[in-house]
């Protein structure tokens, strides 16, 4: 009897999977798991969905010189570019794992199990978050894995019976790919899948701002301050074109912060809590603070990462409680020459205590222009300090005040090399004409404003070119904790040329002329700008 040789089965080859597929797989997988823990840090904490806590932990250790580079780049903009570009490396990433997943499957789960395990510890490292937090991470990487599971063994597989062939004909380049059929399958899937993912990111997002705070703030009837601020003199705000307004509106308020998510905190939960070294602990709630009486102020806040010339400034008219009146209830305890400010994030700054005890006001803030705090500038409580950089008084969100010493605590920024101190130092900005503008011969006002908090601007000289230095004249202010505007009527010459401020602060310090970077305490520099005159 004669045996016949059996011909080999062509079996399908996952390698044959077109890689753009493979990769939008992946992709399509790692949008799942965002949406997914997004749904799932409603109730575990906003910080504690992947990107953020991700995000976070780069903010807290990225080398001091890129994160001043993206300050100085995006400006107000910086946690927004941070958390795209952690979204794309993510991507890639992504990417890479669904190539590998249509390969060997077996990849594509320990790839994402990498992914939810640097959610997770970077999670449980977000201050003031429990052992919960790692579950947007957790469930949304299993989440990820069965769909990266079900797309690769499915749709991406190559279809068509097996054929028999014969040993020569059994060349793997000639083997069945993704057909047409599959391909449509596969990407309805995919949008499928990632539809529902940003729906469900959205309505996490959403869900997560409507349980915390946005109906909690609407409600806040502030009442009306037991000493007023001062009316604003006439003569505030000069009529002239591109000059920053005296009081900077609520919506272009420069906001720099470390909080990628900002905390959404129910003001009928808040509490502060003044311990350390005090004679009397003492813990105050939303309704005590609206129950005292309060205190309404212009006071300028200042980045201390504002460059020569740059917006990172403005002035407001705050609503609060002097943060002395609670200090002195406490009774600081000799040695106690620093209060450390804690924001619901665990954010901390250094504030001297003297400072907030020498009469000057120094709020526990809970208005804004006339408005509760909005929620990415503090709401329920803030503190706003005059005269100090915001990185060592500006606390928002603010939880403590713990009375310690400079000596046995170091604040947030004070490790990545910032001084442990920040006043304000004298700086003057040219408002307009902007750089490189063309004007035409003439009278032509040079505008801007200068700020020495809580010592005063006494005069403001503008120069042209190496010419004599020409006295501005400076519109009134309501106190030295804010900015003063400033003008000066040019008889502008054709040609090119060079314009420089500088002002001088009510003690008789000018401001310096060498320029110095933001770090470690503030920059300093005359303003220069360049314009031409037809």
Same mark, same amino acid.
């Given at each position: 009897?004669?045996?016949?040789? !059996?011909?080999?089965?062509?079996?399908?080859?996952?390698?044959?999977?077109?890689?753009?597929?493979?990769?939008?797989?992946?992709?399509?997988?790692?949008?799942?798991?965002?949406?997914?823990?997004?749904?799932?840090?409603?109730?575990?904490?906003?910080?504690?969905?992947?990107?953020?806590?991700?995000?976070?932990?780069?903010?807290?250790?990225?080398?001091?010189?890129?994160?001043?580079?993206?300050i100085a780049l995006f400006g107000v903009h910086d946690?927004?570019?941070?958390?795209?570009?952690?979204?794309?490396?993510?991507?890639?990433?992504?990417?890479?794992?669904?190539?590998?997943?249509?390969?060997?499957?077996?990849?594509?789960?320990?790839?994402?199990?990498?992914?939810?395990?640097?959610?997770?510890?970077?999670?449980?490292?977000? +201050?003031?978050?429990?052992?919960?937090?790692?579950?947007?991470?957790?469930?949304?990487?299993?989440?990820?894995?069965?769909?990266?599971?079900?797309?690769? !063994?499915?749709?991406?597989?190559?279809?068509?019976?097996?054929?028999?062939?014969?040993?020569?004909?059994?060349?793997?380049?000639?083997?069945?790919?993704?057909?047409?059929?599959?391909?449509?399958?596969?990407?309805?899937?995919?949008?499928?899948?990632?539809?529902?993912?940003?729906?469900?990111?959205?309505?996490?997002?959403?869900?997560?701002?409507?349980?915390?705070?946005?109906?909690?703030?609407?409600?806040?009837?502030?009442?009306?301050?037991?000493?007023?601020?001062?009316?604003?003199?006439?003569?505030?705000?000069?009529?002239?074109?591109?000059?920053?307004?005296?009081?900077?509106?609520?919506?272009?308020?420069?906001?720099?912060?470390?909080?990628?998510?900002?905390?959404?905190?129910?003001?009928?939960?808040?509490? /502060?809590?003044?311990?350390?070294?005090?004679? !009397?602990?003492?813990?105050?709630?939303?309704?005590?603070?609206?129950?005292?009486?309060?205190?309404?102020?212009?006071?300028?806040?200042?980045?201390?990462?504002?460059?020569?010339?740059?917006?990172?400034?403005?002035?407001?008219?705050?609503?609060?409680?002097?943060?002395?009146?609670?200090?002195?209830?406490?009774?600081?305890?000799?040695?106690?020459?620093?209060?450390?400010?804690?924001?619901?994030?665990?954010?901390?700054?250094?504030?001297?205590?003297?400072?907030?005890?020498?009469?000057?006001?120094? /709020?526990?803030?809970?208005?804004?222009?006339?408005?509760?705090? +909005?929620?990415?500038?503090?709401?329920?409580?803030?503190?706003?300090?005059?005269?100090?950089?915001?990185?060592?008084?500006?606390?928002?969100?603010?939880?403590?005040?713990?009375?310690?010493?400079?000596?046995?605590?170091?604040?947030?920024?004070?490790?990545?090399?910032?001084?442990?101190?920040?006043?304000?130092?004298?700086?003057?900005?040219?408002?307009?004409p902007r750089q490189r503008a063309e004007l035409a011969?003439?009278?032509? +006002?040079?505008?801007?404003?200068?700020?020495?908090?809580?010592?005063?601007?006494?005069?403001?000289?503008?120069?042209?070119?190496?010419?004599?230095?020409?006295?501005?004249?400076?519109?009134?202010?309501?106190?030295?904790?804010?900015?003063?505007?400033?003008?000066?009527?040019?008889?502008? !010459?054709?040609?090119?040329?060079?314009?420089?401020?500088?002002?001088?602060?009510?003690?008789?310090?000018?401001? +310096?002329?060498?320029?110095?970077?933001?770090?470690?305490?503030?920059?300093?520099?005359w303003h220069t700008i360049r314009v031409t005159v037809?």
């Open positions: 009897m004669t045996q016949q040789a !059996t011909s080999p089965i062509r079996q399908p080859s996952v390698s044959r999977t077109p890689g753009w597929l493979a990769a939008l797989a992946g992709v399509a997988a790692a949008a799942v798991a965002l949406g997914i823990a997004e749904v799932i840090a409603v109730f575990t904490g906003a910080r504690s969905a992947p990107l953020v806590a991700v995000g976070g932990v780069v903010v807290d250790t990225v080398p001091e010189p890129l994160k001043q580079f993206a946690k927004t570019a941070l958390l795209i570009g952690t979204a794309v490396l993510l991507a890639g990433f992504a990417a890479v794992i669904g190539v590998a997943a249509a390969r060997r499957p077996i990849v594509g789960d320990l790839g994402i199990a990498v992914f939810g395990l640097i959610g997770a510890v970077a999670a449980v490292t977000r +201050p003031q978050l429990g052992v919960a937090a790692v579950l947007p991470a957790l469930l949304g990487s299993l989440a990820a894995a069965m769909l990266l599971r079900a797309l690769v !063994t499915g749709p991406l597989r190559p279809t068509g019976a097996a054929e028999p062939v014969s040993p020569a004909a059994a060349d793997p380049v000639t083997m069945p790919g993704v057909g047409a059929a599959d391909r449509r399958r596969f990407l309805s899937a995919v949008g499928v899948s990632v539809g529902a993912a940003a729906l469900a990111g959205a309505s996490g997002r959403w869900a997560a701002q409507r349980r915390s705070v946005v109906t909690a703030r609407a409600a806040v009837m502030l009442p009306a301050a037991t000493d007023v601020a001062v009316p604003l003199p006439s003569g505030v705000d000069p009529q002239v074109p591109g000059l920053s307004r005296y009081v900077t509106a609520n919506s272009d308020f420069y906001r720099i912060d470390t909080a990628l998510v900002v905390p959404r905190i129910d003001p009928d939960q808040w509490q /502060l809590r003044i311990h350390g070294r005090v004679a !009397t602990e003492i813990t105050v709630s939303y309704a005590d603070l609206l129950g005292m009486d309060l205190v309404e102020r212009y006071v300028t806040l200042a980045c201390v990462s504002n460059e020569v010339g740059g917006d990172l400034i403005g002035n407001a008219r705050w609503l609060g409680v002097p943060v002395r009146e609670l200090l002195t209830a406490a009774g600081p305890l000799p040695g106690a020459d620093q209060v450390v400010g804690r924001s619901a994030d665990g954010w901390t700054c250094g504030t001297p205590t003297e400072a907030l005890l020498d009469g000057r006001d120094a /709020l526990l803030a809970v208005g804004m222009n006339g408005e509760p705090l +909005p929620v990415e500038h503090g709401f329920p409580v803030r503190m706003v300090m005059p005269g100090l950089y915001g990185y060592v008084s500006a606390c928002k969100w603010i939880t403590e005040l713990e009375l310690t010493s400079f000596a046995d605590f170091d604040a947030y920024w004070v490790p990545r090399g910032w001084s442990a101190q920040g006043p304000i130092k004298t700086q003057s900005r040219i408002d307009t011969a003439g009278t032509v +006002p040079v505008a801007g404003v200068a700020w020495a908090q809580h010592r005063g601007i006494s005069a403001v000289e503008v120069r042209v070119d190496d010419g004599p230095w020409q006295s501005a004249t400076l519109a009134p202010a309501v106190s030295d904790d804010t900015w003063v505007q400033w003008v000066w009527q040019w008889p502008a !010459t054709p040609g090119e040329h060079v314009l420089t401020v500088r002002a001088t602060d009510a003690t008789g310090e000018t401001q +310096p002329e060498q320029r110095q970077s933001v770090a470690p305490d503030g920059a300093t520099g037809a």
